[in-house]
T-cell receptor, first 112, second 115 residues
Framework: GQQLNQSPQSMFIQEGEDVSMNCTSSSIFNTWLWYKQEPGEGPVLLIALYKAGELTSNGRLTAQFGITRKDSFLNISASIPSDVGIYFCAGPLKTSYDKVIFGPGTSLSVIP | GAGVSQTPSNKVTEKGKYVELRCDPISGHTALYWYRQSLGQGPEFLIYFQGTGAADDSGLPNDRFFAVRPEGSVSTLKIQRTERGDSAVYLC?????????????FGPGTRLTVT
């Protein structure tokens, strides 16, 4: 079935550094979603991508929909302590557009 | 406005007991989703409702799990004969209507621990 893989699994960076993480799948996705989850909270949608090659920004966050439709990237520029959390990529199943599957997440720690 | 709320925030129960987890979606949202999140994993789809009916319950792991949404608003996830493997955070989300084009708003989750 469709599965998502994320790398790296975890990151420890200095405040001010840029961050890059990615999400890959063996199957084609028509939508890519990036969520952030902080401890004790549910995930919050950061960016949604709907078209192959699309590049979308949300403040210091930029995400890209890979042209093969099998991957997506999330970049965070000039990281700050509040960027700490787990970042999930997600996308709808081919068999049921209403159901979304999530990757295992990338845990980000920012050292002040 | 109020977001998605879930009660209780934490639930500890003994193996074999029955538990109910409640979700209050954002007012006016017709779609409601339940997910299970194990430690170190992303949320895993369980079931979703469009209105009062379960539109897709294919993610429920077995017949010990059941969910209802009788009036199209509040939903209850019910787990019978709990097992230690059921321990996880159960997340609820709602959206204006069903479909991945519509943002899902998540609640903070209920952490279930089965001892």
């Amino acid at each position: 079935g469709q599965q998502l893989n994320q790398s790296p699994q975890s990151m420890f960076i200095q405040e001010g550094e840029d961050v890059s993480m990615n999400c890959t799948s063996s199957s084609i996705f028509n939508t890519w979603l990036w969520y952030k989850q902080e401890p004790g909270e549910g995930p919050v949608l950061l960016i949604a991508l709907y078209k192959a090659g699309e590049l979308t920004s949300n403040g210091r966050l930029t995400a890209q929909f890979g042209i093969t439709r099998k991957d997506s990237f999330l970049n965070i520029s000039a990281s700050i302590p509040s960027d700490v959390g787990i970042y999930f990529c997600a996308g709808p199943l081919k068999t049921s557009y209403d159901k979304v599957i999530f990757g295992p997440g990338t845990s980000l720690s920012v050292i002040p | 406005g109020a977001g998605v709320s879930q009660t209780p925030s934490n639930k500890v129960t003994e193996k074999g007991k029955y538990v109910e987890l409640r979700c209050d979606p954002i007012s006016g949202h017709t779609a409601l989703y339940w997910y299970r999140q194990s430690l170190g994993q992303g949320p895993e789809f369980l079931i979703y409702f469009q209105g009062t009916g379960a539109a897709d319950d294919s993610g429920l792991p077995n017949d010990r799990f059941f969910a209802v949404r009788p009036e199209g608003s509040v939903s209850t996830l019910k787990i019978q004969r709990t097992e230690r493997g059921d321990s996880a955070v159960y997340l609820c989300a709602s959206s204006q209507v069903a479909g991945s084009l519509y943002e899902q708003y998540f609640g903070p989750g209920t952490r279930l621990t089965v001892t």
